[in-house]
């Protein structure tokens, strides 16, 4: 009997050894549901062939090739990424629409004595749970905005308060990026796969606690966050982290050690620069950055190009703000700081 999918905290619920999506590697990389394996019955070429045969043959040509070719990559993941499953084990098999490609290959598992069952209406039915929860409903908790000028070490303090038993959404660990210019840390998920992941996030929180999210723009680099969370992001009350700017370029040049170790790529991402900025400016960055002098160029960034971008978006958001000052963003200072901040949103002190 097919599985149908009503929330998506039903599927960790679920209790399967494994999900399998048996989609083609290119439909498993845009998106899946988290913690799927991929064991593709057909590849992309092989999808694209029986798609062209269905269309300028016949259906019967299109099944009988595909069967033939599900058989094959079947017995393959049977005897490779299978071979140590024992009797008991239990799959979950999903594909596009809960079709021939997950119901033929759970017909294969369970002739061998496997208890599998498929997903009524396979990865659209998933889907459609994240659009509801993404883009038909309000956001479902009170959330309090972690804002401050670049530098301030509001990701890594975001992310210690889960240890103070305070619920979190790290939008840039979501999207894989930090959230500027220079924020790159290797792939982005495509826009299907950020969306997901937001919504698994927001289907774990418990509605009745507030949320602390970090202050973004509508894009954490490629990926566009969905009216409902933009909205609620700029509603939300915020506590505005207030550090030195040396403190703040000191933990600025710690934090993008990965940029400022590849002089290409930095000397790239300045010149991006351009359009916005002087270019005596940018020649200015550009020396400092050959001359390896990254506190004072990540201070001159932030001083001429980044704090007056936050003061500009500010001045158009008309929320409660509740400063929280600190005169150290060093790494010991960083557990004490957010413990700090744990008990200011624990305590209700942010508006």
């Known amino acids: 009997m097919p ?4 929330s998506l905290a039903q599927i960790a619920a679920l209790g399967f050894d494994d999900i399998i999506d048996v989609r083609a590697p290119a439909e498993y990389a845009e998106d899946h549901i988290p913690g799927a394996l991929s064991l593709p019955v057909l590849d992309d070429e092989e999808r694209a062939r029986v798609g062209t045969v269905y269309k300028q043959v016949s259906p019967f ?8 070719l599900v058989a094959k990559n079947a017995s393959a993941h049977i005897a490779g990424p299978l071979a140590d499953r024992t009797g008991g084990w239990r799959p979950l098999v999903y594909c596009w629409r809960g079709g021939q490609r997950s119901g033929s290959f759970a017909t294969i598992l369970s002739q061998i ?3 599998v069952d498929t997903i009524a209406g396979g990865y659209k039915a998933f889907r459609r749970l994240v659009v509801e929860t993404l883009y038909d409903r309000p956001f479902p908790a009170p959330v309090i905005v972690l804002d401050g000028n ?3 070490a509001k990701t890594e303090l975001l992310n210690r308060l889960p240890g103070h038993c305070l619920q979190v959404i790290d939008l840039e660990g979501l999207a894989n990026h930090r959230g500027s210019l220079f924020g790159a840390m290797g792939p982005q998920p495509a826009q299907k796969g950020f969306e997901t992941r937001l919504a698994m996030a927001i289907a774990a929180l418990d509605p009745t606690r507030p949320v602390v999210i970090e202050a973004e723009s509508a894009k954490v680099g490629d990926c566009r966050l969905p009216p409902a969370l933009w909205h609620a992001l700029c509603a939300a009350p915020r506590i505005e982290i207030a550090a030195p700017l040396p403190e703040r370029a000191a933990y600025l040049a710690r934090a993008y050690a990965d940029v400022s170790a590849d ?3 930095l000397s790239d991402t300045l010149d991006r620069l351009r359009p916005l900025q002087p ?3 940018v020649d200015r960055w550009q020396a400092l950055a050959a001359a390896g002098d990254l506190l004072p160029l990540a201070a001159e960034l932030m001083e001429r190009h980044y704090d007056p971008r936050y003061s500009r978006h500010r001045a158009r958001v008309a929320v409660p703000v509740t400063p929280f000052a600190t005169d150290s963003l060093a790494p010991e200072a960083l557990a004490p700081l957010a413990a700090r901040l744990a008990a200011l949103v624990t305590e209700g002190a942010a508006p």
């Open 3 to 6: 599985v149908t999918l009503t």
């Open 61 to 68: 040509d299109a099944r009988k090739i595909g069967a033939a």
């Open 113 to 115: 004595g496997w208890r």
């Open 150 to 152: 670049t530098g301030s």
């Open 263 to 265: 002089p290409a790529r």
């Open 279 to 281: 270019a005596e400016t």
